[in-house]
């Protein structure tokens, strides 16, 4: 895509979509609790308002875009394109790792009552059960273990348990993420 066409989506998926969403989710200064919220709809550490929602534009891109050049070959085989960098996908993987740190157990707004800890353990062993499931897939597929499957699983696990992640024990945040 075009930087420019970048430029505006992200301006207006800021502006007007993700305000909204929010709005329904949780409410604004102007009108108390959203329309969602009243239905008992609850929508903890975002994980509708954020990941839903980006998925859902994410979804219109691609169907708009199409897919990448050279992915498809005539005859309509996919041609793998590979990762540039794994050394750079791990450090992009490793930051948003511990970024979901502040976002998951963030939420919670309060250190008392451990609920900040609890919370915090259930991300991080959902994003591990992501690793070690990704990682056993990918032996068993290709013979040998993949740095892409795993990272991708990390973030697998944690974009999984993002919405249980106040509910759940630590026991079933393994088994979100695997």
Same mark, same amino acid.
């Given at each position: 895509t075009k930087f420019t066409s970048c430029l505006v989506y992200s301006v207006a998926i800021t502006a007007i979509?993700?305000?909204i969403a929010g709005s329904w989710a949780w409410g604004s200064l102007y009108n108390g609790s959203g329309w969602l919220e009243d239905l008992g709809f609850i929508d903890f550490a975002g994980s509708t308002v954020v990941h839903?929602?980006?998925?859902?534009?994410?979804?219109?891109?691609?169907?708009?875009? !199409?897919?990448?050049?050279g992915k498809?070959?005539?005859?309509?085989?996919?041609?793998p394109i590979m990762g540039h960098s794994m050394p750079l996908a791990? *450090? !992009?993987?490793?930051i948003l790792w511990l970024g979901w740190f502040g976002f998951n157990p963030g939420s919670t707004t309060s250190l008392d009552g451990g609920n900040f800890a609890r919370v915090a353990v259930t991300?991080?062993?959902?994003?591990? !059960?992501?690793?070690?499931?990704?990682m056993i897939a990918s032996w068993i597929l290709f013979g040998k273990p993949d740095v892409s499957f795993a990272l991708n699983g990390a *973030?697998? !696990?944690?974009?999984s348990i993002t919405a249980p992640c106040y509910d759940v024990s630590p026991s079933s945040?393994?088994?979100i993420g695997l």
């Amino acid at each position: 895509t075009k930087f420019t066409s970048c430029l505006v989506y992200s301006v207006a998926i800021t502006a007007i979509v993700y305000p909204i969403a929010g709005s329904w989710a949780w409410g604004s200064l102007y009108n108390g609790s959203g329309w969602l919220e009243d239905l008992g709809f609850i929508d903890f550490a975002g994980s509708t308002v954020v990941h839903s929602v980006g998925g859902w534009a994410a979804l219109a891109g691609a169907i708009v875009i !199409g897919a990448r050049k050279g992915k498809y070959n005539a005859d309509g085989t996919v041609t793998p394109i590979m990762g540039h960098s794994m050394p750079l996908a791990a *450090l !992009g993987v490793f930051i948003l790792w511990l970024g979901w740190f502040g976002f998951n157990p963030g939420s919670t707004t309060s250190l008392d009552g451990g609920n900040f800890a609890r919370v915090a353990v259930t991300t991080n062993l959902s994003a591990v !059960g992501g690793v070690v499931s990704a990682m056993i897939a990918s032996w068993i597929l290709f013979g040998k273990p993949d740095v892409s499957f795993a990272l991708n699983g990390a *973030l697998a !696990g944690l974009v999984s348990i993002t919405a249980p992640c106040y509910d759940v024990s630590p026991s079933s945040a393994l088994i979100i993420g695997l």
